[in-house]
């Protein structure tokens, strides 16, 4: 299973069916993103099919605006979350830059962490968040995690 960055929004034709009401997940086309999009041009591998490539949409930062409680918890004194983009939001639907911007901002003024860095704090925040969270708020990540646990015979 390959999972990647979508980079930016995933266009509605990858996406057949319903992605709103969150069906028809495992005929979404993410191989056909990636190879439409911009600076990626990627073919599918012989031999693979799409639901063996997953999307976090459009970063994977854009998980970590699903669970707010764990920013806040992680980053804690000085932490600004009213400079993260409305929590009503669909994650997904944030611009990549727009998560980064955001998260440097809201964690500009934290007292026991540096401001946000990828390479800094990603991966840590990463293994923190809530699954449960991100997997309501994202159906690309709750795509994944249905993939995942199949393959797993979960």
Request: hydrophobic fraction near 40%; aromatic fraction near 8%.
């Amino acid at each position: 299973m390959l999972l990647v960055d979508s980079e930016e929004a995933v266009a509605v034709a990858a996406q057949p069916g319903d992605a709103s009401k969150r069906q028809d997940r495992d005929k979404w086309l993410p191989w056909q993103h990636l190879k439409q999009r911009k600076g990626d041009g990627w073919d599918k591998p012989p031999d693979s099919s799409d639901t063996d490539c997953h999307l976090m949409v459009q970063c994977m930062e854009s998980w970590f605006l699903a669970d707010r409680d764990t920013l806040k918890d992680f980053f804690a004194q000085g932490f600004k979350e009213a400079r993260l983009p409305a929590a009503a939001n669909s994650p997904e639907a944030i611009a990549k830059q727009t998560v980064y911007d955001s998260l440097a901002s809201a964690t500009h003024e934290c007292k026991t962490k540096a401001q946000y860095g990828k390479g800094e704090h990603s991966f840590k925040l990463l293994a923190l968040i809530s699954s449960t969270k991100v997997t309501a708020m994202s159906p690309w990540a709750l795509r994944f995690v249905e993939q995942l646990k199949a393959r797993m015979g979960l």
